[in-house]
């Protein structure tokens, strides 16, 4: 009895793998227009005939759009930084000064007082 059972089974399964692969009308509309080999078989020709498929003027123009871009990026990414940096020395330097021109009056103002009271008469 399980001989019979697997033979039914072994037999259904052939039947669905024979009948799964019928491609019928699908086959004939899906793959009619394709020009896939006839596409390649004509880049093989112009191989061998000598006709380079590679297009150099593309591929230079590309390379030089492609490095004019960079530079114009890179190059705005540096001043940026650039700018950066100089914006912070020049406020270090503003602060420094104002720093400088402080200590300055204050000592003016002492030296004034010292000779003030030397008895020496300052005109400022």
């Known amino acids: ?11 259904v399964s052939l ?18 227009n394709d020009n896939l080999y006839h596409d390649y078989a004509a880049r093989q020709q112009d191989k061998v005939a000598g006709n380079p498929a590679t297009p ?7 390379t030089v759009v492609g490095w004019l871009a960079g530079g114009r990026f890179h ?8 700018s950066e940096k100089h914006k912070q020395e ?6 420094k000064y104002y720093n400088d021109v ?15 009271q030397m008895g020496v008469q300052v005109n400022y």
């Open 90 to 95: 020049t406020k270090q330097l503003y602060a």
């Open 15 to 32: 039947v669905t793998l024979v009948y799964g692969q019928d491609q019928g009308q699908y086959y004939d509309e899906s793959y009619s």
């Open 56 to 62: 150099w003027g593309k591929i230079v123009a590309g």
């Open 1 to 11: 009895m399980q001989c019979l059972y697997f033979f039914v089974a072994l037999f």
């Open 102 to 116: 402080y200590a300055l009056k204050e000592q003016e103002q002492q030296l004034i007082s010292k000779l003030e």
């Open 75 to 82: 190059s705005k990414k540096s001043s940026k930084k650039l």
